[in-house]
């Protein structure tokens, strides 16, 4: 292993222990409490090392999103490429990968929902905002393919699939939001699955072109 190979190793494991450290603090801090201190003192780190890697706490933030997007991105694309399987198949297999995603790290994917929303995105570095908007095109672009495929066979209403995975997007984030906001009130409700299923039943419901008379 070379000198630079090393040096790039060493920059990504200070870069994921900065992240893990991150994670922690704005889970038990939420975003607007959390300071870079706060995370240079749980990663074990001066403050001044973690704006090497980071060059504000929104930057920070929104990194935590890059993995969840590439997981993401990995399990639509699998279902995308599930041509031998009937469309009935395909749509439950693109919910469980959606679930799936939530199930993987609630917490991350929650903020990025937030990310999404909020005027973090733009004191971003061009690199990171680019990686981001890159992967969520990505993503939308494989489950805009796999309903695309239901509008070709006839079953689906002929709409743009675009606007459909925008739609079917903008439905998942929503559901998880509201169901999150209410464990403020009551910690041991969680309905994000069973509400979220029922949403996804009903667009799916929706998207069903009309049987010739």
């Known amino acids: 292993m070379g ?15 900065i992240i893990i450290a991150a994670k922690r603090v704005f889970s038990e801090k939420g975003f607007g409490r959390a300071t870079m ?9 001066s403050p001044g090392t973690l704006y090497l890697y980071f060059k504000n706490k929104d930057e920070l933030y929104a990194s935590l999103s890059i993995r969840i997007l590439q ?26 990968a959606m679930l799936d995603v939530y199930d993987f790290d609630p917490l991350v994917i ?14 971003l570095s061009p690199d990171l905002l680019t990686e981001i908007k ?5 993503a939308l672009g494989s489950m805009a393919r796999i309903l695309e495929t239901g509008i070709r066979e006839g079953v689906f209403i002929d709409r743009h699939p675009i606007a459909l995975a925008d739609i079917l997007w903008a439905l998942f ?41």
């Open 134 to 138: 890159d992967l969520s095109r990505k």
């Open 37 to 45: 201190e706060d995370i240079a003192k749980e990663a074990e780190l």
């Open 3 to 17: 000198i630079q190979e090393r040096k790039e190793r060493e920059r990504e494991r200070r870069r994921q222990q």
């Open 173 to 213: 984030s929503g559901v998880i939001l509201w169901e999150e906001s209410k464990k403020v009130i009551d910690a041991d409700k969680d309905f994000v699955r069973p509400t979220f299923e029922l949403a996804f039943d009903i667009f799916t419901r929706g998207l069903r072109a009309p049987k010739p008379a």
């Open 110 to 123: 929650i903020n990025m929902f937030h990310l999404q929303s909020s005027d973090t995105l733009r004191n």
């Open 71 to 96: 997981y993401l991105l990995i399990r639509l694309e699998h279902v995308a490429k599930e041509a031998s399987a009937c469309l009935e198949t395909r749509m439950e297999s693109l919910k469980k």
